[in-house]
């Protein structure tokens, strides 16, 4: 296997390039390590799931400093892509599977949310003899006026 990746490409920055999202880049790469690996070897490999979880963040003012706090509310991903035989596992693509959820009854005692629902999604894993894996929902309350959340990296999901 060779790597080729110049300087100033998007896998070799130069400083001052912007890095925001940098983790989006290694997943994709991931997924096509496994894409050229999978033309080789085809019942070995995945198909391509979700990519990347998208990382839910809450921000709420902080009344004492005149701030703002920032909390993680959750990690939410499609799910993993089909393989030879099985189907996609649900909830979290195979490239993030080291992301873990966070439990409701902590997320609700931590951070200014209200949990409505938290659950896997059916039928979003796709048609096929072997289906991709149903993505997580989920459905929360802010509490506070003025907070406002992002999630970025959702390329591949809603």
Do not use: W
Request: hydrophobic letters at 35%; a negative charge.
């Amino acid at each position: 296997i060779e790597v080729i990746s110049p300087k100033g490409t998007l896998v070799h920055p130069e400083y001052p390039a912007s890095v925001g999202i940098r983790h989006s880049i290694t997943m994709r790469l991931f997924n096509v390590v496994l894409g050229a690996i999978g033309k080789l070897l085809p019942e070995a490999v995945p198909a391509a799931g979700a990519g990347q979880s998208a990382i839910v963040v809450l921000s709420v003012p902080d009344n004492q400093t005149g701030g703002r706090k920032m909390s993680v509310v959750e990690p939410l991903g499609g799910g993993g892509g089909a393989q030879n035989g099985t189907d996609g596992v649900d909830g979290i693509d195979h490239s993030s599977g080291f992301l873990k959820n966070t439990p409701i009854e902590s997320l609700e005692q931590h951070i200014d949310i209200h949990v409505h629902r938290y659950e896997i999604l059916p039928n979003t894993g796709g048609a096929g003899e072997n289906r991709g894996g149903h993505a997580i929902g989920l459905e929360f309350e802010m509490i506070k006026p003025e907070s406002m959340v992002t999630a970025r990296g959702m390329e591949r999901m809603k």
